[in-house]
């Protein structure tokens, strides 16, 4: 498991040191990695609705030959549109491969550290990025796909325990927050980047798809130039380096008290001999329960899809295809804007009232569209 040392849990410890230019930096070009998984979500819903990327992989789909769409139950129902078998595994490949990733991610990011796995991202990214840019067969998007999906797995992990870890404990919760900030932003440039490349058919698709590399660019120098966490570091037994990294960070030579917090929480955790058996036990169930049901409950409420498959929605509708990556934009935009809450609120009222608050928002989106809901549903094959 990715583990890690952090400092002891409780009230929360300030110890000597300024925030710095450095650590600013480096959580920054770090939290690129959130634009790895941001973009491509942006990216793909646009990338399907291309005719000229549909006609080149999926011909059935643009000539009304895909798997539903001839079904004389629905003949012309729109949402059965994109039911082609080739083109759910184009879309859910990076998925499928980032849940299979992320416990041997974990593993590598802490015996490897925090750095290595980041670089690995990167590259694993870029590589995935030229099989989908140059692809002429749906193996290659396949392949490619696969490969950002092994990347996603090791950047969501790696980059968020790193920010964690560079963070001063004061403002922990905002660098942190700002994985998430530039991963909404890659939606939205996404968004605005496939209303352009549309245009160009037909291999409009292909500008789109190799955009991708440059966040993963960011984040391969990131992995060869940043330092690794003093966490990792320490836990890893380099501990002189691990002193030097948060001697920089903290802007202070004085970091001798925290510097012993995290030598004393390597300890306790290198006393953990089966991670699962512990993390299973009673004391840490509500916890984990916590962790795992708030997570999946976030992905049930659909918003990942919403914006996975915004054009294709629109377009169901009944609306133009360049109208529909226009609105798409819409999405994207509140949902960057709305990420700045959270990052101006973790810190200064802490975490729990953004679940509280975020559940209420759900709640009440759910309850309107139920109250307005019409007995006209379209059928859903």
Same mark, same amino acid.
């Given at each position: 498991?990715?583990? @890690? ?58 000539? @009304? ?83 950002? @999906? ?43 980047? &496939? ?35 003093? &966490? ?37 955790? &290198? ?111």
């Amino acid at each position: 498991m990715a583990g @890690g040392a952090m400092a002891p849990t409780g009230p929360m410890k300030v110890y000597n040191g300024v925030v710095t230019t450095y650590v600013i930096t480096a959580c920054i070009v770090a939290a690129s990695g959130g634009a790895l998984f941001g973009y491509d979500n942006g990216i793909t819903g646009g990338v399907v609705s291309m005719p000229g990327f549909l006609q080149r992989f999926f011909p059935g789909v643009t000539q @009304g030959d895909s798997d539903v769409s001839q079904s004389t139950d629905h003949p012309t129902n729109p949402f059965c549109q994109y039911n082609d078998q080739g083109l759910a595994w184009f879309t859910s490949s990076l998925f499928i491969a980032g849940a299979i990733a992320a416990l041997p991610g974990a593993y590598l990011t802490r015996l490897k550290g925090r750095k290595f796995s980041m670089l690995m991202a990167g590259l694993l990214f870029d590589v995935g990025v030229i099989f989908l840019a140059a692809a002429y067969h749906i193996s290659m998007l396949i392949i490619g796909r696969v490969l950002l @999906g092994f990347a996603v797995a090791l950047a969501s992990v790696a980059v968020t325990l790193y920010n964690s870890e560079m963070a001063p404990a004061q403002i922990r919760g905002r660098l942190n927050q700002i994985f998430q900030i530039v991963l909404t932003l890659g939606v939205f440039i996404a968004q605005a980047i &496939n209303i352009g490349t549309a245009h160009i058919y037909p291999w409009g698709w292909r500008v789109s798809l190799a955009l991708a590399g440059m966040p993963a660019i960011v984040l391969t120098f990131g992995g060869i130039f940043l330092p690794d966490t003093p &966490n990792s570091l320490i836990e890893r037994g380099y501990k002189e380096q691990g002193r030097k990294v948060l001697q920089d960070i903290r802007g202070t030579q004085d970091v001798d008290e925290e510097f012993s917090d995290i030598c004393d929480a390597c300890v306790e955790a &290198n006393k953990v001999q089966n991670p699962w058996k512990t993390i299973l036990s009673r004391k840490y169930r509500p916890q984990l329960v916590l962790a795992a049901a708030s997570t999946f409950f976030q992905q049930w409420t659909g918003i990942n899809t919403i914006i996975f498959y915004a054009p294709q929605l629109f377009v169901s509708l009944g609306v133009g295809e360049g109208a529909a990556l226009g609105a798409t934009i819409v999405t994207g935009i509140v949902n960057h804007l709305a990420t700045y809450v959270s990052f101006h609120v973790a810190d200064k009222y802490g975490r729990r009232i953004l679940f509280i608050e975020g559940e209420k928002c759900v709640c009440a989106c759910i309850c309107r569209y139920k109250c307005r809901k019409t007995s006209r549903d379209i059928p859903i094959s």
